[in-house]
């Protein structure tokens, strides 16, 4: 299985930040924009996991 890397980047005028997933696992899953995601959050031992579920697929960039 391959290693992949997130970038976290600060969106202009929030305190938001958005994480790019990496365009083969995207093509790979057809995650489009509009995905809705569940984040559930896990700190266990100094690690933060961040678990995302997908609950609602954006069908109209298919």
Same mark, same amino acid.
């Given at each position: 299985?391959?290693? /992949?890397?997130?970038?976290?980047?600060? =969106?202009?005028? @929030?305190?938001? !930040?958005?994480?790019?997933?990496?365009?083969? !696992? =995207?093509?790979? /899953?057809?995650?489009?924009?509009?995905?809705?995601?569940?984040? !559930?959050?896990?700190?266990?031992?100094? @690690?933060?996991?961040?678990? /995302?579920?997908?609950?609602?697929?954006?069908?109209?960039?298919?």
């Amino acid at each position: 299985m391959k290693n /992949y890397t997130v970038k976290a980047r600060q =969106r202009s005028g @929030t305190n938001s !930040i958005d994480l790019t997933l990496p365009a083969s !696992i =995207r093509k790979e /899953y057809s995650i489009n924009h509009g995905d809705i995601f569940k984040i !559930i959050p896990n700190m266990e031992n100094g @690690t933060l996991t961040l678990t /995302y579920k997908l609950i609602y697929q954006n069908k109209e960039d298919k």
